[in-house]
């Protein structure tokens, strides 16, 4: 079984800064890409962000420039650092894992989302 734990949402002015993280726990044998999607009230879950096991990274438009993944393999854990926040940013941010286990194969994981509010 395989947990990915998020942490380090909350509420932030518009300008402000955060930090999310999620770490990864159980049988795991590795760990290829992860990354981070979000979910607004009303609307469908889109991508954020992600990072390869190579350290690849992808950005959703909305994001570039402004938010930066990166992750630790020896850790199992990705972080997302989230810059010059906008209401727009507002949503349920999870964490998301495309590994494989030592007892059950391949799978798609997800954590149980962190929420992010930005203030105007």
């Known amino acids: 079984q395989v947990q990915l734990l998020e942490s380090g949402g909350g509420l932030v002015q518009a300008g402000g800064s955060l930090r999310l993280s999620c770490a990864a726990s159980?049988?795991?044998?590795?760990?290829?890409?992860m990354g981070w999607y979000r979910q607004a009230p009303g609307k469908q879950r889109e991508l954020v962000a992600t990072?390869?096991?190579?350290?690849?990274?992808n950005y959703a438009d909305s994001v570039k420039g402004r938010f930066t993944i990166f992750r630790d393999n020896a850790k199992n854990t990705m972080s997302l650092q989230m810059n010059s926040l906008k209401p727009e940013d507002t949503a349920v941010y999870y964490c998301?894992?495309?590994?494989?286990?030592?007892?059950?194969?391949?799978?798609?994981?997800w954590g149980q989302g962190t929420q992010v509010t930005v203030s105007s």
């Open positions: 990072i390869t096991s190579g350290g690849l990274t």
């Open positions: 998301n894992a495309d590994l494989m286990g030592w007892t059950f194969g391949r799978a798609d994981c």
């Open positions: 159980g049988s795991i044998f590795s760990i290829n890409a």
